[in-house]
């Protein structure tokens, strides 16, 4: 099936291209770069840059790259310290919508869907004694970090098994719990289910079409990438997936993610307040603004994105046609991201 299902995408891009002729929207170069915008400076000014950029340092926010695009282009980059574009950057978090994203195709190929049970999944990790709780957990509940389990699960020996024994406390879909685990478990369902390894699966799905290389994701023991973190990828490649996302998953031209997929993983799917209830919700606090299929909402109306510990971040902001990927290492991520509200999100007209 998943022979077919390449072939079958890469017949739909061609066609697409063939069909939209001179008008399709290239998103590479020939080196398989975002395109450069050769009149950046008066599209973004370069004084919200400095800024941005002084505002980091004098929070102590340690900034390490940024990346701005708009309209297809980037205007903005920048690389502090030891970074470089060629660095790999641990993104911590980041990696969660990454591995949602391969979830997306997985379900697109009639290989596992939302309301799919994790138990039915691996029936052979479910203890003789458990929470009838645990029963009612799917695949829906793994990515919108509603699992029902109030604390998050230890490791263990078998990370699954680990996470089979976990008490479920809560009715699975009641409350948002953040839960690096339930995003582990999404890895081991999409390695059992495509009978490849997370990052393999997602090579020729979407590392190649965005020329994404030099990637790397660290595995567990077993040898399952651990997908709620661990993947390695440079500033442009984040920019990258989230310019995929702000094209809805169409990239040069033809549709690369499913369709509908991307609205479906950005909106909010859960509240995302201290205990899960809307009524939680700050107006100004960028983690209480609802939370997708592994997503952030934003306190921007319309902006939403993935982001990772020590200020890792890519941003979407579709009613400016833009992405904002950044790369720190700060122990402050609510100051830091208020500095982009602030500073770079005026500046993209």
């Known amino acids: 099936m998943n022979k077919l299902f390449i072939l079958c995408c890469a017949i739909a891009v061609a066609m697409a291209a063939c069909c939209s002729g001179p008008q399709a929207q290239l998103d590479l170069d020939a080196d398989g770069r975002l395109l450069r915008a050769e009149d950046a400076a008066t599209l973004f000014d370069p004084a919200a840059l400095d800024a941005f950029v002084d505002a980091a340092a004098g929070g102590n926010h340690d900034l390490r790259s940024i990346m701005v695009v708009q309209h297809g282009k980037v205007v903005a980059e920048e690389w502090f310290g030891p970074a470089a574009p060629d660095s790999l950057n641990i993104m911590y978090s980041v990696s969660k919508s990454f591995t949602a994203t391969a979830v997306g195709f997985a379900i697109a190929e009639g290989l596992v869907s939302l309301d799919d049970r994790v138990v039915d ?39 699954i098994a680990s996470f089979m024994a976990s008490p479920v406390d809560d009715i699975p879909g009641a409350n948002f719990r953040y839960n690096s685990m339930a995003t582990f478990m999404l890895s081991a369902i999409v390695q059992k289910t495509s009978g490849q390894k997370l990052s393999d699966y997602l090579a020729p799905r979407l590392f190649e079409p965005l ?139």
């Open 211 to 349: 020329a994404i290389e030099g990637y790397r994701w660290d595995e567990n023991p077993d040898g399952i990438c651990v997908g709620g973190w661990g993947l390695w990828i440079k500033t442009e490649d984040m920019a990258k997936f989230g310019q995929l996302f702000l094209r809805k998953g169409v990239w040069n031209g033809g549709q690369l993610l499913p369709e509908g997929w991307v609205e479906e993983a950005s909106t909010s799917k859960i509240a995302s307040g201290p205990a899960g209830h809307e009524a939680d919700r700050a107006p100004d606090n960028d983690w209480s603004q609802g939370y997708g299929y592994q997503m952030w909402r934003c306190s921007p109306t319309g902006v939403y994105r993935a982001d990772g510990a020590r200020g890792q971040y890519i941003i979407v902001i579709p009613d400016r046609d833009a992405v904002v990927a950044i790369t720190s290492n700060t122990d402050d991520m609510p100051g830091e991201i208020a500095l982009v509200w602030q500073h770079i999100l005026p500046a993209l007209k």
């Open 121 to 159: 999944l691996f029936p052979e990790k479910v203890p003789a004694e458990h929470s009838p709780n645990l029963d009612l957990m799917t695949v829906r509940n793994l990515l919108t970090m509603s699992t029902g389990q109030v604390k998050e699960p230890a490791r263990g020996d078998d990370w």
